[in-house]
């Protein structure tokens, strides 16, 4: 069973995450299914946007069992950036450490992935500075 199984209710997610992981697996640059950047929204996009991001980690494109897999889910990967804030916002320095530590190499895997919850606590100016890092 895939990780990706685990996500419910996202009829139309399911299969444009199914279809970046594999274009992801199979390094293709030539294909339009995998983006540099990904925006979830909406109910369970925490947990939608942990396993898309165990799909990328694992070798196998999820399969749910392996190393990197399971320390995905937990948000224990090395090339895993998980950021969840208890403050009220995040400010720019905040999202200055996280942009200088997202362009490190990935050690383990293909990707750096990187999660941030909550971005609508970002600072006007902590989200210009992420977006401008995007680009």
Not at 13 to 25: N, S
Not at 44 to 51: D, F, I, K, N, T
Not at 85 to 106: H, M
């Amino acid at each position: 069973m895939s990780v990706l199984d685990s996500i419910q209710n996202q009829k139309q997610a399911l299969p444009i995450l199914r279809a970046a992981a594999e274009a992801a697996a199979n390094d293709s640059s030539e294909s339009q299914e995998m983006t540099h950047a990904w925006l979830f929204t909406g109910f369970g996009r925490e947990h939608a946007a942990l396993v898309f991001a165990a799909s990328l980690l694992c070798k196998s494109r999820g399969c749910g069992i392996c190393d990197e897999c399971t320390t995905a889910m937990a948000g224990s990967h090395g090339d895993l950036e998980l950021v969840r804030t208890d403050g009220l916002s995040i400010k720019i320095d905040d999202v200055r450490e996280l942009v200088q530590r997202a362009s490190w190499s990935p050690s383990t895997s293909n990707y750096r992935v990187v999660i941030l919850e909550s971005a609508e606590r970002l600072t006007d100016s902590a989200a210009n500075a992420l977006l401008k890092a995007i680009e």
